[in-house]
């Protein structure tokens, strides 16, 4: 069964996914981030992309960058989606010239995951175990 789930993550200047500690990736209905299938890639500078099957931009909030002390944003972000992608190009606020992203990329994604289907008959009776 298919199913879109919302995603949000956070990507690394290398252009990574975060995948443990407190940034790890989060989902909708708690279904695993690796059924996704959502993978990641820094194209050149400023310039990242998500690939995943059915992945899409979300309605309402779809990005934040991180701020500098002054509570002024490190990059301006234009985001658009392709045929099975999403690109993120970032620039330097002040001079429009491509800029990497500073420390992380929070964002929000939707795609498609492929639920298994159980059928009956073929899950196994459950086990009690004794308690200890």
């Excluded at 996914?17 to 279904?31: A, R």
């Excluded at 190009?89 to 010239?97: E, Q, R």
């Excluded at 990329?105 to 175990?129: C, K, N, W």
Aim: proline share 8%.
């Amino acid at each position: 069964m298919d199913e879109r789930i919302s995603i949000a993550l956070n990507l690394r200047t290398s252009g990574e996914i975060v995948l443990e500690g407190d940034h790890s990736p989060g989902t909708s209905s708690g279904i695993p981030f690796d059924l996704a299938q959502v993978s990641s890639e820094r194209i050149s500078t400023g310039v990242y992309r998500l690939h995943g099957p059915g992945i899409s931009l979300p309605e309402g909030w779809r990005a934040s960058v991180f701020r500098d002390e002054n509570d002024e944003p490190t990059i301006r972000l234009s985001i658009a989606e392709g045929d099975g992608f999403i690109e993120y190009l970032c620039t330097d606020p002040s001079t429009g010239a491509p800029k990497d992203v500073v420390y992380l990329l929070t964002v929000r994604v939707t795609a498609m995951v492929t639920l298994p289907q159980l059928v009956p008959g073929q899950i196994d009776d459950p086990v009690e175990a004794p308690l200890s």
